[in-house]
T-cell receptor, first 114, second 114 residues
């Protein structure tokens, strides 16, 4: 069975601090895909990144970086020098090789305090 | 390039009623998925439509049904509404021609059942 765990329910940081959001997944598939989405108060899920199970390279995009480790089944997300606009709920998601169904974690609510 | 659109934005119904939610996919996308997001939870997969047929279904009762039209737009119907159906309903679209394409989400329809 597919499962995504985001153990951090809520995180608060002061602006300009770095913050890491944890994501642990479970799957028996050898081919799978991992995603991060951001959900601001407006409700719309905004796509941030997709990573397939065969690519363990870490990725950096501006202030965002992702650390994928198959050995620990983790796909963590770090925001460097956080800003107030980063305040949102962040979801980690997993899809199998077909990509037809996404399995979401329960989300981490990030508050960046000015 | 229009993104995923959903209507209505908000809806209030009473128990036992029926509701229809609508979704137009992102330009160039042919696949539509529906998710239910209860307050404080991650989105839960309801079903996915491709080529006007339900391709995959999550763990939801038959009260939840859908339809996809030739222009790829989709409807989600919920019959015999229960209080527990109150949630944000998210539509996501993707391109089946791109294997395991990323799902892009609309702003959602907030359904309240009284």
């Amino acid at each position: 069975a597919q499962k995504v765990t985001q153990a951090q329910t809520e995180i608060s940081v002061v602006e300009k601090e770095d913050v890491t959001l944890d994501c642990v997944y479970e799957t028996r598939d050898t081919t799978y895909y991992l995603f991060w989405y951001k959900q601001p108060p407006s409700g719309e899920l905004v796509f941030l990144i997709r990573r397939n199970s065969f690519d363990e390279q870490n990725e950096i995009s501006g202030r965002y970086s992702w650390n994928f480790q198959k050995s620990t089944s983790s796909f963590n997300f770090t925001i460097t020098a956080s800003q107030v606009v980063d305040s949102a709920v962040y979801f980690c998601a997993l899809s199998d090789g077909t990509g037809n169904q996404f399995y979401f974690g329960t989300g981490t609510s990030l508050t960046v305090i000015p | 390039d229009a993104g995923v659109t959903q209507s209505p934005t908000h809806l209030i119904k009473t128990r036992g009623q029926q509701v229809t939610l609508r979704c137009s996919p992102k330009s160039g996308h042919d696949t539509v998925s529906w998710y239910q997001q209860a307050l404080g939870q991650g989105p839960q997969f309801i079903f996915q439509y491709y080529e006007e047929e339900e391709r995959q279904r999550g763990n939801f009762p038959d009260r939840f049904s859908g339809h996809q039209f030739p222009n790829y737009s989709s409807e989600l119907n919920v019959n015999a509404l229960l209080l527990g159906d109150s949630a944000l309903y998210l539509c996501a679209s993707s391109n089946d021609r791109e294997y395991t394409d990323t799902q892009y989400f609309g702003p959602g329809t907030r359904l309240t059942v009284l």
